[in-house]
């Protein structure tokens, strides 16, 4: 057997073997369940202002479209981002903790409504908080391999 053989069997050995994978950890499974939660429900709320717009026609149709599709569009983002998360790419962190400082003044003016949308201000509250909170715990930091300001790249 020849020497380039040998390497060449040497080489597939050892990419044949199964490698262990590296366990997400739980702050980050959850960050990214709670990004992908508000991504879904600006897709779904877009989508249900891009219905009722057809269905009812409102007096503005085209600013009514436009918000339905900025709302699909804004809900882009956090999928993104939760998707980054789940697959634990650090350049996701960043647009996941702008969505959750986004959505505090969000909720806050649910929770100043006089109706019906003062539950859904203390969802997303309380949402945005436990994102963030998730968003720069220790152990997602490292696991996003996010050095910390005077941390060693070693």
């Known amino acids: 057997m020849s020497s380039a053989s040998r390497a060449s069997s040497a ?4 990419s044949e073997q199964p490698t262990e ?3 997400r ?3 980050l499974t959850a960050a990214a369940v709670v990004a992908a939660v508000e991504g879904l429900a600006l897709v779904v709320g877009g989508l249900v202002l891009l219905v009722t717009s057809l269905g009812d ?3 503005d149709l085209t600013s009514a ?3 339905a599709v900025t709302l699909v569009a804004l809900g882009l983002i956090p999928l993104i981002a939760a998707r980054g ?3 634990r790419r650090s350049w996701s962190r960043g647009p996941a903790v702008i ?3 986004l959505a505090l ?3 806050w003016q649910l929770l100043q409504a006089n109706s019906v949308m003062i539950p859904a201000g203390i969802a997303l509250a309380v949402l945005a908080v436990t994102g963030l909170v998730l968003l720069v715990s220790p152990s997602t930091t490292a696991a996003l391999g996010i050095r910390r300001p005077g941390q060693d790249a070693s």
Do not use: E, F, K, N
Request: aromatic letters at 4%; zero cysteines.
């Open 21 to 23: 994978p590296v366990s």
């Open 85 to 87: 998360l789940w697959l």
């Open 105 to 107: 003044p969000v909720a």
């Open 57 to 59: 026609r409102p007096d």
């Open 65 to 67: 479209l436009m918000g």
């Open 11 to 14: 080489d597939t050995s050892s």
């Open 99 to 101: 969505t959750q400082i």
């Open 25 to 27: 950890p739980g702050r």
